[in-house]
């Protein structure tokens, strides 16, 4: 069975940071790119940052020089390094495996707030 169990996220005030960990088990992890998405209320969830099982990232224009996604293949985890953050970045966050499978599904997701 795919999971993906999401944690870090938190009430942070603006210019701070975070780092968000996503474990994922049920499938052999380092063959399979990682993305991280969010989702703010009232809108839909967005591509935030990708990175291939070799190490290879791509990210967001809104989160580039501010983020950095990484992955541990041996503790099958990947993360999100949030810099610099802003309050439009207040969302859930997701991660997921790529490609992904019907019956994958989504994790329970991380909160984050950026508010003073």
């Known amino acids: 069975q795919v999971q993906f169990v999401e944690s870090g996220g938190g009430l942070v005030q603006p210019g701070g940071s975070l780092r968000l960990s996503c474990a994922a088990s049920?499938?052999?992890?380092?063959?399979?790119?990682m993305r991280w998405y969010r989702q703010a209320p009232g809108k839909e969830r967005d591509l935030v940052a990708s990175?291939?099982?070799?190490?290879?990232?791509n990210y967001a224009d809104s989160v580039k020089g501010r983020f950095t996604i990484s992955r541990d293949n041996g503790k099958r985890t990947v993360y999100l390094q949030m810099n610099s953050l802003k309050p439009e970045d207040t969302a859930v966050y997701y991660c997921k495996r790529v490609p992904s499978y019907s019956g994958d599904g989504w994790g329970q997701g991380t909160q984050v707030t950026v508010s003073s």
């Open positions: 049920g499938f052999t992890f380092s063959n399979y790119n």
């Open positions: 990175i291939t099982g070799g190490g290879s990232t």
